[in-house]
């Protein structure tokens, strides 16, 4: 089965900024849209942002004008840049092909976000 591997993630302190990437095994995400989600503590897995084969984008409410998603389809990898980075965006983020929600029911191992002073 194809694998998705998440990194990039860190402490940071509010109002800094990260730049995570997402590889997949397979060229998969030359064929679907890729969402970014993140599960907080005690929360939902959320769909944090996604974007489509030729650049379309869609973001959560809550992170619109802050994060920024994109995609290199010869590296097979799927960027989220993340400014301004707040303690509500502390979580585990991972990646998953699809565009409303994901496609496969399986994840990686998801890369730690903590923003905290």
């Known amino acids: 089965q194809v694998q998705f591997v998440e990194s990039g993630g860190g402490l940071v302190q509010p109002g800094g900024s990260l730049r995570l990437s997402c590889a997949a095994s397979t060229s998969i995400f030359s064929i679907y849209a890729v969402g970014w989600y993140r599960q907080a503590p005690g929360k939902e897995r959320e769909l944090v942002a996604a974007?489509?084969?030729?650049?379309?984008?869609k973001y959560a409410d809550s992170v619109k004008g802050r994060f920024t998603i994109s995609r290199d389809n010869a590296k097979d990898t799927v960027y989220l840049q993340m400014n301004n980075l707040k303690p509500e965006d502390t979580a585990v983020y991972y990646c998953?092909?699809?565009?409303?929600?994901?496609?496969?029911?399986?994840w990686g191992q998801g890369t730690q976000v903590t923003v905290s002073s």
């Open positions: 974007v489509t084969n030729d650049g379309g984008e």
């Open positions: 998953n092909p699809g565009w409303i929600g994901p496609i496969f029911d399986y």
